[in-house]
């Protein structure tokens, strides 16, 4: 598609607004914005957090209200899709919904305490099942992108991997085969967040380069390359032990592919190396914004659902038992934001 052909007026945009009707992505983009304060509050200045009990408050009240909204934000695309959609598909629709279900049920009842053990097993299932149904959607979805098929498979392994790490670990012995196994389940999905960051970058420049045309697709792109500059800078001026702490403590990392057993020193290099995820994300998710009001709403989801990605992190730790209602509904419903972001690129 050439350049000029890509740019519409007003009047052609109404012709097909029950084609091209972007949707609201209302409260995804709000939870999302009270995600961030609870991210960066809770995660990256979490040592500046816990000793100010007025951020502290501010943390868990973003956390919280976010939580809510990605539940109710959750449910709801699934159950309109089901609405709109007919015979099998209707009944696929209203099964996802049923399944996701306890996701939505466990962040309300950490409001109130740990919830029960059986409710977070029941929201674990709910997580995974939407993770498998979106990704295996997404990557079969005729006309999609190469690079969206692959970043869809890698979601599909990486997330399958980090849902299951918590309760593995406290099942598995933590010597012998017990950690064998865990530490290989931690080098796959951490090779899978690397390759799909990757994988995720190239299908949003794809996209925005077929709905707005590489020049206008190619203006966001100083962006990225200057978050990957400044991020750089940051790890090359931070003490290396500093910069691995913030690693593990905001993004999840366990560092698996560069340390092993009793091992816990990570290089600069490596950190270099990790920091190349959450660039590619954000990245990501600017690029995505090139194409906003040009494609069916596919690249605010895209950019949205990334983000969720990105904030969930790997390896984090549990807010309430093993699994924490924060990262699952993080996770089940940027699987559903990017399986609808595909499902919009279709019409163009």
Known sequence: MSDDAVYRSPADATSDQAEHDEGSTFPSGTALAALFVWFVLSRALANITARSPRMLEIATFAGVFGAVLAALALLGTLVRAAAASQGGARAIHAARALLAAPVALLVFAAMFGEPKMGLQWAGLVGAASTVVFSAVLGAARPGAF??????????????????????AQAMLPPAGSGAVTMAWLGRAAELCTLLGAVAATVWAYRAG???????????FLPFPVALAAMIVAIVVMVPAAAAAVLGRTTFGARFDLVTSGAESTVSRLALLAYAIAPTLLLGTAALSTASVGYDNGAGARRSLGWLMVLFAGFGVLRLAGPMDPIRLVMVALAMVLLERAGDREKLL
Request: hydrophobic share 55%.
């Open 209 to 219: 380069e077929r709905a707005v045309g590489a020049k206008r697709t190619q203006l």
């Open 146 to 167: 190469a690079s969206a098929r692959i970043a869809f498979a890698l979601l599909l392994v990486g997330e399958s991997i980090e849902l299951a790490y918590a309760p």
